[in-house]
């Protein structure tokens, strides 16, 4: 049975003009924007995530943003729930959705399905935390490894927050993470043709130069005093929140409780955000999506590539 529901993916790495694309695409298409993002769905995470400006929200209608307290949780099955409603309103509209963001999870998940995995568990975690910080990452790894070698051959051994989440699993449930993610699948995207669209930049180097440009803009824009803020509304929010783990929010967490240097805290944000970069598109090149290589970054030859592709995916679905 033919799909009736267009959908437009644009994945990629952090600071690869995702967003500046997507408004570019808005001013040619009839679309609305879907955030595949886990730190835009946090109300008060604004500089930290780079989160659109209220000009650009207020320029094309944004879903899956400013949804959630910091101090909720949110999984990668109640993103399925939600973005697959907010594709079937939109599409009801006769409007085109366009998922961007950087969460590969996320669309991953979309593609692919999942399984469902038990909730975070806030003293479990506390408990691993002293254990990384005291054994260190390759022995926390190395205990995954024992546990669960499916999982932690996928793992990098910086990769802290897998490691954890992993382990956080495999305790609650007494059973590998991926044995349990086996056990129990949710369908994800539905009823849907999709274009995987994914920016994978060629030049490392220049990605690097932006992250860490970036990063210093955060911080004049007042990212220190955003963090300070949420610690005044939120009193309740701790370092073991999902919110606080996400890159930059969990060193600027760190220097605000004295365990950082400013200096420690620059160097670690823009490190982790580099690292996060190599995730996404390490992920990127292992899902099949349809890269768009500019090697420069530029915007207009983005744009180009991008409605090029689009024109050619119309063309044959129409």
Not at 126 to 151: I, V
Request: hydrophobic share 45%.
């Amino acid at each position: 049975m033919a799909k009736n529901k267009q959908v437009i993916f644009l994945m990629g790495p952090t600071a690869s003009g995702k967003t500046a694309l997507a408004l570019s695409l808005a001013k040619s298409y009839p679309i609305e924007i879907i955030s595949v993002d886990s730190a835009l769905i946090y109300r008060d995470l604004n500089i930290g995530s780079a989160k659109p400006t209220l000009t650009e929200l207020a320029a094309v209608p944004h879903h899956l943003i400013d949804i959630l307290s910091p101090l909720q949780n949110y999984s990668v099955a109640d993103f399925l729930t939600d973005c697959n409603r907010a594709i079937g309103e939109i599409c009801s509209r006769g409007k085109l959705p366009v998922l961007v963001g950087g969460t590969m999870m996320y669309f991953n998940a979309l593609m692919n399905g999942i399984s469902k995995l038990p909730e975070a568990d806030y003293e479990l975690r506390a408990r691993l935390e002293l254990e990384f910080n005291k054994f260190g990452n390759q022995l926390m790894h190395e205990r995954l490894m024992a546990l669960d070698p499916a999982s932690a051959n996928k793992i990098e051994i910086n990769d802290t927050q897998r490691i954890e989440r992993a382990l956080e699993v495999c305790y609650l449930t007494a059973k590998p993470m991926s044995q349990v993610q086996t056990e129990t699948r949710l369908a994800g995207i539905v009823d849907c043709d999709y274009l995987p669209l994914a920016i994978v930049p060629s030049n490392r180097g220049l990605l690097h130069q932006r992250i860490n440009l970036r990063f210093d803009q955060m911080l004049s824009d007042g990212f220190i005093e955003e963090v300070r803020q949420l610690k005044l509304d939120y009193p309740e929010l701790t370092a073991r929140h999902n919110s606080m783990r996400m890159v930059g929010y969990s060193q600027a967490w760190n220097f605000l409780a004295g365990i950082l240097t400013e200096l420690e805290m620059i160097e670690q944000g823009k490190a982790a955000t580099r690292q996060l970069a190599k995730r996404q598109i390490t992920w990127l090149r292992s899902m099949e999506c349809v890269a768009i290589d500019d090697s420069e970054l530029d915007a207009s030859n983005l744009l180009a590539e991008a409605t090029k592709l689009i024109e050619q995916w119309m063309h044959i679905k129409s």
